[in-house]
C-alpha cells in the first residue's frame, strides 16, 4: 500500500524507486496512519527493496489487473491501445541494443498490463502473451506497432472486441508487403470518392493536420481474404507545421469497425496524439 501511494501520488509524478517510496513515507507518516498500521514505523528503502524482489512478477501483474479492470465499470466503452515502448538506460554491460523493452496495454491512462519482450522475440509474440490475459468484451483494440498479421485479428475477434491495426510499410514477410501495396494502392485509386474527415489544432507555435479517409468497398483487395471481420481501410494523412518545418506522414489500418471518417479519426488521435505518443504521455510509467 506505501509502494502504491507513493508511486501513484508521490512529489512530481510519483516515486520512481526505494528510495523515493521511503521518502514519501516519512513526509506522509501522519496520512498513512489514518488507513495503516505502521507498529515499526516506515520500512527502510532496503526492507521495500528487498519485498519486491521476492514478488513474482506475473502474479503482481496480474493482481494489478483484476483491480484495474474493477475500475473500468465506470466506462461504457473502451478504446485498448497496445503499443512498446524502450526503456533506454536499461542496456546490458557492453551490448548497447539490450535495452528493456516492454509492450503495454492501457485505457485512459490506466495501465492494464504489461509483458517483457525478450531478447529472441518481438512484439508480434509479446502482443498476444498480453492480450490472453485481458478479458474486455466490447472493446476496440488499437494496435500501433509492426506486429500486424490476420492471426491477430483472429485473437482480437475471438474474444468479442473490435480491432484497429497499423499497417506497416516495412514489413518483413512477402504476404503482408502484398497485402500493404494491395491497400495502399486500391486507397489511392479511389481517393476522390471516399469519405473523409479533417482535424486541425492550433497551439504551442505549431499546427496540426490530419485528414481521415476510409474505403469500405474491399472486394478488390485480394490479400483481405484471410482477414477476419475486416470491414475498413483507414488512411490517415498527418501533417505537422512548427518554426516554418513541414513535416507529414501517411498511414493505414485496417478495422473491424463500421464507423464514419470522424469515428476513425477520432480514434486514431485518442492513440496517438498529435504532439506526442500516447505511450509517452497517457500511460502512468
Given at each position: 500500500m506505501l509502494s502504491s501511494c507513493a508511486v501513484i501520488c508521490g512529489?512530481?509524478?510519483?516515486?520512481?524507486?526505494f528510495e523515493d517510496i521511503e521518502n514519501y513515507g516519512q513526509q506522509k507518516k501522519d496520512f498513512l496512519r489514518g488507513f495503516l498500521k505502521l507498529p515499526n514505523g516506515i520500512p527502510s528503502h532496503d526492507t521495500i527493496d528487498r519485498v519486491f524482489h521476492h514478488l513474482e512478477p506475473?502474479?503482481?501483474?496480474?493482481?494489478?489487473?483484476?483491480?484495474s479492470s474493477e475500475l473500468l465499470d465506470f466506462l461504457s466503452s473502451y478504446q485498448i491501445n497496445v503499443d512498446g515502448k524502450v526503456l533506454r538506460g536499461t542496456?546490458?554491460?557492453?551490448?548497447?541494443?539490450s535495452d528493456l523493452c516492454l509492450v503495454s496495454a492501457w485505457v485512459q491512462g490506466l495501465s492494464l498490463g504489461q509483458v517483457r519482450v525478450d531478447e529472441k522475440s518481438n512484439e508480434k509474440t509479446a502482443i498476444p502473451e498480453l492480450l490472453n490475459d485481458l478479458d474486455l468484451e466490447?472493446?476496440?483494440?488499437?494496435?500501433?506497432?509492426?506486429?500486424?498479421?490476420?492471426?491477430?485479428?483472429?485473437?482480437?475477434v475471438a474474444v468479442q472486441e473490435d480491432y484497429l491495426l497499423v499497417l506497416s510499410r516495412i514489413a518483413k514477410r512477402k504476404n503482408q508487403k502484398t497485402l500493404y501495396e494491395q491497400v495502399t494502392s486500391e486507397v489511392k485509386r479511389q481517393e476522390i470518392g471516399l469519405e473523409k474527415d479533417v482535424w486541425e489544432d492550433f497551439g504551442s507555435?505549431?499546427?496540426?493536420?490530419?485528414?481521415?479517409?476510409?474505403?469500405?468497398?474491399?472486394?478488390?483487395?485480394?490479400?483481405?481474404?484471410?482477414?477476419?471481420?475486416?470491414?475498413?481501410?483507414?488512411?490517415?494523412?498527418?501533417?505537422?507545421?512548427?518554426?516554418?518545418?513541414?513535416?507529414?506522414?501517411?498511414?493505414y489500418y485496417l478495422s473491424s469497425l463500421d464507423e464514419s471518417a470522424i469515428?476513425?479519426?477520432?480514434?486514431?488521435?485518442?492513440?496517438?496524439?498529435?504532439?506526442?505518443?500516447?505511450?509517452?504521455?497517457?500511460?502512468?510509467?
Open positions: 512529489h512530481r509524478g510519483g516515486a520512481e524507486d506475473r502474479s503482481l501483474s496480474l493482481a494489478l489487473y483484476r483491480w542496456a546490458k554491460a557492453g551490448k548497447r541494443t466490447n472493446a476496440v483494440v488499437s494496435i500501433d506497432a509492426v506486429a500486424y498479421h490476420s492471426s491477430m485479428a483472429d485473437q482480437i507555435g505549431r499546427i496540426e493536420k490530419r485528414v481521415c479517409y476510409v474505403l469500405k468497398g474491399l472486394q478488390f483487395i485480394e490479400a483481405l481474404d484471410d482477414w477476419t471481420d475486416v470491414k475498413a481501410v483507414v488512411m490517415i494523412e498527418a501533417q505537422r507545421e512548427k518554426n516554418e518545418k513541414v513535416t507529414s506522414e501517411t498511414r469515428a476513425f479519426n477520432r480514434l486514431v488521435r485518442s492513440h496517438r496524439p498529435a504532439t506526442r505518443w500516447a505511450i509517452e504521455n497517457r500511460l502512468h510509467w
